[in-house]
C-alpha cells in the first residue's frame, strides 16, 4: 500500500522529501507532480526498480522511450555528448519548462540504456521534482501515468490518483491537482531541431 505525502511545491518539506528520497534509493517507485502532468518515476541507478516501472507500462526496458528528470542543466550534461552552442542556448532558454529534449546519450547512461544511444531529458519547472533529484543525487527515470479514459488522458486529481495506483508504487505525492498536457519533445539529435510532440512548452524557444 502506498505511502500518500502531502508536499507543497513553494516550500517543499525536507523531512519529507528525505523520506521520499530513501524510497527511491530502496529501490521504490514513486508518483510525484512535475510542471505538466503526473509522472512515474524511480532511481535511474536501481535495475530493480526500472524493471518495475517498464512492468507496469508493459514495455521492455531496453526499448522503453523514458525521460530522466534532472534538477538542473549541468545536470543534463553529465549524460549526453558535448553539445555545441546553438543546442546549449536552446536548452538554457527552454530550462526549468515543460520541454522533453531528446539528445545523444554519452558513457554515463545507466548500462539498461546504453543501446538506446539517445536520452529524453527533463528539467521540470516544480519545486518538488527538483528538492527530490537535488537529494537523491541523480535523475529519476520518469514517464507519464496515463489514464485509460482517453478523454482525460492524464489524471490530474490526486485522490484519485490515490486510488488507483496505491497498490502499484510505493509513495505517492500529493503536490495539488497536476496539469493534463504532456511535455513538448524536441529531438535535438539530428541538427535541426525536430518536434516530436507539441505539448505544453511553447515552440517559440
Known amino acids: 500500500m502506498a505511502k500518500l505525502i502531502k508536499l507543497y511545491e513553494e516550500n517543499p518539506n525536507e523531512k519529507q522529501i528525505q523520506e521520499v528520497v530513501k524510497v527511491l534509493r ?49 545536470d543534463v550534461s553529465g549524460y549526453v555528448k558535448q553539445m555545441d552552442t546553438s543546442v ?24 539498461v540504456f546504453k543501446k538506446k544511444k539517445t536520452v529524453g531529458l ?14 537523491l543525487g541523480s535523475p529519476i527515470i520518469s514517464t507519464s501515468i496515463r489514464d485509460e479514459d482517453e ?17 502499484l508504487v510505493d509513495v505517492i505525492i500529493d503536490g495539488g491537482y497536476g496539469g493534463n498536457i504532456a511535455s513538448t519533445v524536441i529531438d535535438l539529435t539530428q541538427g535541426e531541431p525536430v518536434l516530436v510532440r507539441e505539448g505544453k512548452g511553447s515552440l517559440e524557444i
Open 26 to 74: 530502496d529501490g521504490g517507485i514513486i508518483i510525484y507532480p512535475t510542471d505538466t502532468v503526473y509522472g512515474l518515476g524511480c532511481d535511474i541507478n536501481n535495475n530493480r526498480a526500472l524493471e518495475r516501472i517498464a512492468q507496469i507500462r508493459g514495455v521492455k526496458l531496453e526499448k522503453a522511450n523514458f525521460s530522466f528528470v534532472c534538477e538542473s542543466l549541468s
Open 88 to 111: 546549449f542556448k536552446m536548452l538554457k532558454r527552454a530550462l526549468p519548462g515543460p520541454y522533453t529534449f531528446i539528445l545523444e546519450g554519452n558513457n554515463n547512461l545507466p548500462s
Open 122 to 135: 527533463r528539467v521540470p519547472d516544480n519545486n518538488i521534482a527538483r528538492a527530490i533529484v537535488r537529494e
Open 151 to 167: 478523454v482525460i488522458e492524464y489524471t490530474t486529481d490526486p485522490e484519485l490518483i490515490y486510488e488507483k495506483w496505491e497498490k
